[in-house]
T-cell receptor
Framework: SQQGEEDPQALSIQEGENATMNCSYK?????LQWYRQNSGRGLVHLIL?????REKHSGRLRVTLDTSKKSSSLLITASRAADTASYFC??????????????FGKGTHLIIQP | DTGVSQDPRHKITKRGQNVTFRCDPI?????LYWYRQTLGQGPEFLTY????????KSRLLSDRFSAERPKGSFSTLEIQRTEQGDSAMYLC????????????????FGPGTRLTVL
C-alpha cells in the first residue's frame, strides 16, 4: 500500500514560474525523500529531509517538512523545460533496526510549458 | 558507469512463462531493494537484502515471486507462471547500511526492467 499522497496529481506551468507540490503521509517517519522520474527512465533522488529538520535547500529546490501535519512540500523555482517529469515523495518508517523499503506516493506529474 | 544496472531493460513473455531479472547494485552498497511500478503509480516495495540475507519478503506479491542475492552482490528476481497482471516496471535500488551521522535509507535506483505479459 502507498502511504504518501501527492497533490496535485498533475501540474502545468510556464517556464520560469515556480512549481509547488505537496505530499502527505500517515505514519511516524525517520526521513522523507523526493524523487524525480522522467518518462521511461528510473528514479533520481533529489533531496532528503530528516524528521528533525523543517526546511532544506538544494539548488533550485526547497523542501519543507511539517511532522505535526504529516506533510511536506517541494518547491522548484525558476522552472525549466527539463524539469518536466513525475515527482514522488517517499518516506522511511521510524522503526528501529532495519532499513524498510521506501513507501512512495502516487506522484505529481509536472509539465513545464516553453 | 558505476550506477545500478538492470538486465534486461525490456522483457515480453507469454502468460504462464517464468521470467528472471538481474540487478547489479553500486559496488560498495550492501543493501539491495526490489520495487514494482505500475502505470500511473509510485513504486511499490517488494523485498530487500542486506548482503546476502533477505531481511524483508512479506511484501512480495505472491508465492510466484522470489528473489535471491547469493553472494551479496548482484540479485535476481524471478516470477513464475507469469500473469497479465504482472506487467509492470520492476525497479532495483541499492544503498549503504545506516551509518551514524548519515540519513537512513537514501536509495539509488536502476533504470528498471519493463515486463509485458501477453
Amino acid at each position: 500500500s502507498q502511504q504518501g499522497e501527492e497533490d496535485p496529481q498533475a501540474l502545468s506551468i510556464q517556464e520560469g514560474e515556480n512549481a509547488t507540490m505537496n505530499c502527505s503521509y500517515k505514519t511516524s517517519i525517520n526521513n522523507l525523500q523526493w524523487y524525480r522520474q522522467n518518462s521511461g527512465r528510473g528514479l533520481v533522488h533529489l533531496i532528503l529531509i530528516r524528521s528533525n529538520e523543517r526546511e532544506k535547500h538544494s539548488g533550485r529546490l526547497r523542501v519543507t517538512l511539517d511532522t505535526s501535519k504529516k506533510s511536506s512540500s517541494l518547491l522548484i523555482t525558476a522552472s525549466r523545460a527539463a524539469d518536466t517529469a513525475s515527482y514522488f515523495c517517499a518516506t522511511v518508517a521510524n522503526s528501529g533496526g532495519g532499513a524498510d523499503g521506501l513507501t512512495f506516493g502516487k506522484g505529481t506529474h509536472l509539465i513545464i510549458q516553453p | 558507469d558505476t550506477g545500478v544496472s538492470q538486465d534486461p531493460r525490456h522483457k515480453i513473455t507469454k502468460r504462464g512463462q517464468n521470467v528472471t531479472f538481474r540487478c547489479d547494485p553500486i559496488s560498495e552498497h550492501n543493501r539491495l531493494y526490489w520495487y514494482r511500478q505500475t502505470l500511473g503509480q509510485g513504486p511499490e516495495f517488494l523485498t530487500y537484502f542486506q548482503n546476502e540475507a533477505q531481511l524483508e519478503k512479506s511484501r512480495l506479491l505472491s508465492d510466484r515471486f522470489s528473489a535471491e542475492r547469493p553472494k551479496g552482490s548482484f540479485s535476481t528476481l524471478e516470477i513464475q507462471r507469469t500473469e497479465q497482471g504482472d506487467s509492470a516496471m520492476y525497479l532495483c535500488a541499492s544503498s549503504l547500511a545506516q551509518v551514524v551521522g548519515l540519513a537512513k535509507n537514501e536509495q539509488f535506483f536502476g533504470p528498471g526492467t519493463r515486463l509485458t505479459v501477453l
